[in-house]
Structure formats: C-alpha cells, structure tokens
C-alpha cells in the first residue's frame, strides 16, 4: 500500500506531519517526532521578538535544526514568525544555513488599525514573501489566515508571489479576562474535531485551482481528520493539539488509522482518493455552497429538535 504524497517538492513517506508546536522546540523533542514515525516535521516558530531580547535563543534554535536535519532522511520545515523586513529574510537566510528542507512562514498580524485598508494588509503579506523567495533557494510555505475579505484571491497572490506552498488555517488565540485579577490573560485551547469545517471547504475550492502545494491543519486527532482534508485536495495534513494531549506516539495511531481505512476502502494509494471531493469538480462552487448553507439552516437540526 503506497501512503507516499509530495508537499513542497518533498517526498513523504506518508501525508501526516508534526507541526509547529512545543514539541518540536528542540532536538529532544524532534528526536521523539521522528521517532513516533512523522512524515516531516515543522520547527517551533522563531519569533523575532524573542531573538531581539536574547540572541542566544536563535542560535540554540539553530543548533538544533543543524542536528535534526544530519540525523534523519525526513524533512525538518523551519518556521519563521518575523517583524520586520529585515527580521524575515536574516531569519530566513540563517535557517537555510542550518539545513532546513523548507521555510514555513508565519504572518501573524492582527490589522488593529481601523484606517489600515485591508489591501495594504494583503500586499504586506506578499512583500515578505517576495523578500524571502528573493534572499533563499528553499521552498518556501504560508501559513495563511482565513481572515481575508477574500481569502481565495489573497492565496492566488501568494502563489502568484512565488509561494511554494499554503497552509490553512493559521489558528489565532485570543486573550481572556481574569475577572479576580481585572488583568488580559492567555487562553489557550487546543482544538477540536470540529475545526477542520473552515479549511476543509477552502481547501476544497483551492484544490486544483491553483500551481501550489496546500497543506491542512486544525482539529486533525483521529485518521478520520485525516481522509476528509485529503479527499478535498490537501497534500499534507499538519497536526498539533492531538500530539501535545496524547503524546508524539500519537503519530503511528494516525498512520494505522489511515492504512487501515484505506485497506477498508479498497484503496491502493492515496492519490487513488485524495482530491475527489475538491470544488473543481463542481460546475459552480459558489451556487452549491449557498444550496448547501440553506439546506443547514431549513433541515439541518431536525433530528435535533
């Protein structure tokens, strides 16, 4: 049975990756990764904040990426999360050094300015790609929001940019208010099942659209998760909350999973299914789509009721 996909111009053995997350911060933990089977894995995100207060943390990140990449055949993807011009391509040059296979970008910008336009938002966003394909020679992945006015022409720009590869959604984590200490504090919370609907459809409307690599991620725990993002199209499937719950073994439960219910399917590869339910298929995306959201709101809950 061939479980084999291409994500980025690289081969893997198999779709399922460990991405960015505490777990992959430092050779220990990439080690475990790697271990637990993981078709490629994605570096802890280096913050340009972070270096800025103390250097020693990049080159720590480095050294760790120096030997995760001489160890092991399977490809270690580094993340960046820059501030600056300037940030974002150093970064990047320094990390291709160290022997990353690829570069993953991660825009985090909250638009928090309500005189910003939306469009200088967006070319903010492609300007650091452009940078960062001009100052390396991997490939290179963006970790997109879906909080466009039109995410779908904001992925057709990227591409047009010379993205290698997109990866929906990139999760935002709001902050809460502690009511005893009248202080913001974090909230984090790991995802759910149920997270996968929103880059599910997108991915299904980018499939086949578009010259790029599309990877998923959010609310991948079971191989279950896993089948339904490769049957709209992706060719990598990212997974992080379900790791840091259940541990890196997590990794050979969900590649079972998925040989087994491809076994069950009477299916030889992944490319025998991955793709069949893409929005390319469909003679008008937008009309089904809209059928499908009225359909919810008539007879959706009557089982409910």
Not at 61 to 83: F, M, Y
Not at 168 to 177: A, Q, S
């Amino acid at each position: 049975m061939n479980l084999n996909t291409r994500y980025l111009g690289l081969e893997l053995k198999h779709p399922i990756v460990a991405s960015a997350s505490p777990l992959s911060a430092d050779i220990d933990g990439i080690d475990s990764l790697l271990d637990a089977g993981a078709a490629a894995v994605v570096m802890a995100s280096v913050f340009e904040e972070q270096v800025a207060a103390d250097s020693g943390v990049l080159e720590e990140h480095l050294e760790a990426l120096r030997q995760a990449s001489k160890q092991d055949d399977v490809p270690i993807i580094a993340s960046l999360n820059g501030e600056t011009p300037s940030g974002w391509v150093e970064f990047a040059k320094r990390l291709e050094d160290a022997g990353a296979s690829a570069i993953e970008l991660d825009i985090y910008r909250v638009p928090a300015d309500p005189n910003e336009p939306g469009q200088a938002l967006e070319q903010s966003c492609v300007a650091i790609l452009r940078a960062v394909k001009a100052a390396v020679q991997l490939p290179v992945a963006v970790k997109l929001s879906p909080y466009f006015s039109s995410p779908g022409n904001m992925a057709k720009q990227l591409v047009a940019a010379g993205a290698d590869g997109l990866i929906l959604f990139n999760r935002f984590y709001e902050g809460d208010i502690d009511l005893a200490s009248m202080r913001v504090k974090p909230d984090f919370q790991l995802s759910t099942p149920y997270d996968i609907r929103l880059p599910l459809m997108w991915i299904s409307l980018l499939s086949g659209k578009l010259d790029t690599s599309l990877a998923a991620t959010s609310g991948v725990w079971t191989y279950k998760e896993v089948v339904k993002y490769l049957m709209v199209g992706a060719d990598a499937v990212m997974t992080t909350s379900a790791l840091l719950k259940e541990g890196p073994d997590h990794l050979e439960t969900l590649v079972s999973g998925l040989r087994q219910w491809m076994e069950n399917s009477g299916f030889d590869s992944v490319g025998d299914f991955k793709g069949r339910f893409a929005a390319a298929h469909l003679s008008d995306p937008s009309a089904f789509m809209r059928v499908h959201y009225a359909d919810i709101l008539t007879y959706g809950h009557k089982d409910e009721w």
